[in-house]
Nanobody, 123 residues
Framework: VQLQAYGGGLVQAGGSLRLSCAAS????????LGWFRQAPGKEREFVAA????????SYADSVKGRFTISRDNAKNTVSLQMSSLKPDDTAVYYC?????????????????WGQGTLVTVSS
């Protein structure tokens, strides 16, 4: 599976942004998917995850209620709708896929990674 994340950019605090990740491969619908982020000088952290069917999701406490992860298996895409953005959300956001199909909050659970897209939230 090859993943390509896009949709990052500069947004003011309180604004919204939608990230998407396009995936190659005919078995996309079997994969669990996740979004992670890495801010400058910090370790990569979990943001959100969704299982193979879209029926289960998980969020980091820091984004719960503000971010929504979704997937479209017909289009081989996973998205992250981000609202009420804060400067602390500034980071490079990565999408990831796990063949196991489940929801995993740890980066070690993922087999494939996209290249990342930068989100900058100004105060």
């Amino acid at each position: 599976v090859q993943l390509q994340a896009y949709g990052g950019g500069l947004v003011q605090a309180g604004g919204s942004l939608r990230l998407s990740c396009a995936a190659s491969g005919r078995t996309f619908s079997r994969y669990g998917l996740g979004w992670f982020r890495q801010a400058p000088g910090k370790e990569r952290e979990f943001v959100a995850a969704i299982n193979w069917s879209g029926g289960r999701t998980s969020y980091a406490d820091s984004v719960k209620g503000r971010f929504t992860i979704s997937r479209d298996n017909a289009k081989n895409t996973v998205s992250l709708q981000m609202s009420s953005l804060k400067p602390d959300d500034t980071a490079v956001y990565y999408c990831a896929a796990t063949y196991s199909g489940g929801v995993y909050p740890a980066s070690s659970g993922y087999d494939y990674w996209g290249q990342g897209t930068l989100v900058t939230v100004s105060s």
